[in-house]
């Protein structure tokens, strides 16, 4: 139940975003969306859309999402929900790197072909926007993804643990704190 309270409270404020999406004034360097107000709303659909796919597919959302932050910004909570989900899904150590290195490779990669037509000043502004955003909207969220999926799987092998020495023969008497507790 709470997963489902926590998802529809995700989609709700991606969806706040949507709804501010078309009042704002394009990208954040001003230079305007790339394809006017249908490519603002694009980038907002596209939001939601990465977000109510980022558990059954989690790979394609995740790069879905980091190229929609470098074209749009405000795009950027659709990648934070959806990095964090990576984390939480994948628990090999080259997964989670591919977690991290996707948040930020992608966003710059875009930044830096779409910043190829535009003037000087606005590689300088959008690659270290893009950049920043990427790490704090895609790294972090991955590695508190990765962090609580382990934390998980610790506290399960624990309690089997526990449940193991609670019934076997060797584990009868035993005191279940070295030392007596003390």
């Given at each position: 139940?709470?997963?489902?309270?926590?998802?529809?409270?995700?989609?709700?404020?991606?969806?706040?975003?949507?709804?501010?999406?078309?009042?704002?004034?394009?990208?954040?360097?001003?230079?305007?969306?790339?394809?006017?107000?249908?490519?603002?709303?694009?980038?907002?659909?596209?939001?939601?859309?990465?977000?109510?796919?980022?558990?059954?597919?989690?790979?394609?959302?995740?790069?879905a999402a980091a190229t929609l932050?470098?074209?749009?910004?405000?795009?950027g909570g659709a990648l934070t929900?959806?990095?964090?989900?990576?984390?939480?899904?994948?628990?090999?150590?080259?997964?989670?790197?591919?977690?991290?290195?996707?948040?930020?490779?992608?966003?710059?990669?875009?930044?830096?072909?779409?910043?190829?037509?535009?003037?000087?000043?606005?590689?300088?502004?959008?690659?270290?926007?893009?950049?920043?955003?990427?790490?704090?909207?895609?790294?972090?969220?991955?590695?508190?993804?990765?962090?609580?999926?382990?934390?998980?799987?610790?506290?399960?092998?624990?309690?089997?643990?526990?449940?193991?020495?609670?019934?076997?023969?060797?584990?009868?008497?035993?005191?279940?704190?070295?030392?007596?507790?003390?």
């Open positions: 139940m709470l997963p489902l309270i926590a998802d529809l409270v995700l989609i709700a404020v991606v969806a706040a975003t949507v709804a501010a999406l078309p009042g704002w004034d394009g990208r954040s360097s001003g230079q305007g969306a790339p394809f006017g107000a249908a490519g603002r709303l694009a980038a907002a659909g596209g939001a939601v859309a990465t977000v109510l796919v980022r558990r059954r597919w989690p790979a394609a959302a995740l790069v932050m470098a074209c749009e910004p405000l795009t929900a959806v990095a964090y989900t990576a984390g939480l899904a994948w628990a090999g150590l080259r997964h989670r790197l591919l977690v991290l290195g996707v948040s930020v490779a992608v966003p710059l990669a875009v930044a830096v072909a779409g910043s190829v037509v535009q003037p000087a000043r606005t590689l300088a502004y959008d690659v270290p926007v893009v950049l920043a955003a990427g790490v704090v909207c895609g790294v972090l969220p991955g590695l508190a993804g990765a962090l609580a999926a382990q934390r998980e799987r610790l506290v399960r092998a624990l309690e089997e643990r526990d449940a193991f020495l609670a019934t076997s023969p060797a584990g009868q008497g035993r005191d279940p704190v070295p030392g007596g507790g003390r």
